[in-house]
C-alpha cells in the first residue's frame, strides 16, 4: 500500500523548497552585487593612484635628473598604501618599481596597466592593489548568509 503525504505536509514541503530557492537566489544576487562594486572601487582607486603618479612623473621628470627623480617617484609613493605596486618601464630603458626590489605580485593582486608619454618617450605604468579586503568582505558575507539561510527556512 503506498502511503500518501497529507496536502498540509506538501504545501509546506513546497512552501520550503520555493523560500530556499528565493533566498539563495536573493543571497547569491547580493554577493554578486557586492563583489561588483568592491572591484569597482578598488578599480576606481587605481585609476585615480595611476594619474596622480603619471602627472607627478611628468611634472618632476622635466625637472630633476634621473638619480634624483627615482627618489622625487619614490617619496611620492610613500604616501600610498604600503601595499600598493608600481612599476613604470621607459622605452629608454629607465625602470622604476615600488615598492623597490619587489618582484610583480601574481595572486590577489588588481592590477592596472596604461601607457603615456612623456617628453617623446613612451611608458608603460602597472599599478596594482591587493585584493585581500574585497577577498574578506566577500567571504563573510558568504559565510553569514550560508549561516543564517537555514536559520531563517527553520523560523519560516
Not at 24 to 53: M, V
Not at 131 to 141: F, K, Q, S, Y
Request: charged share 20%; with cysteine; net charge negative.
Amino acid at each position: 500500500m503506498m502511503y500518501r503525504r497529507s496536502i498540509r505536509f506538501r504545501l509546506t514541503l513546497w512552501y520550503a523548497v520555493i523560500l530556499t530557492a528565493a533566498l539563495g537566489l536573493f543571497g547569491g544576487l547580493l554577493w554578486l552585487s557586492l563583489r561588483h562594486r568592491l572591484i569597482a572601487e578598488l578599480d576606481g582607486n587605481l585609476s585615480a593612484s595611476a594619474a596622480r603618479f603619471e602627472s607627478y612623473f611628468k611634472s618632476e621628470a622635466m625637472e630633476a635628473p634621473e638619480g634624483q627623480l627615482r627618489d622625487e617617484l619614490d617619496e611620492f609613493c610613500q604616501a600610498l598604501p604600503s601595499s600598493n605596486y608600481i612599476f613604470l618601464h621607459g622605452a629608454s630603458g629607465f625602470v622604476f618599481r615600488y615598492p623597490a626590489g619587489v618582484p610583480k605580485p601574481t595572486r590577489d593582486f588588481r592590477m592596472l596597466q596604461r601607457q603615456f608619454s612623456s617628453a617623446g618617450e613612451a611608458f608603460d605604468l602597472e599599478v596594482g592593489a591587493p585584493m585581500a579586503d574585497v577577498i574578506h568582505t566577500l567571504d563573510l558575507l558568504g559565510l553569514l548568509l550560508l549561516s543564517l539561510l537555514p536559520v531563517v527556512i527553520a523560523i519560516a
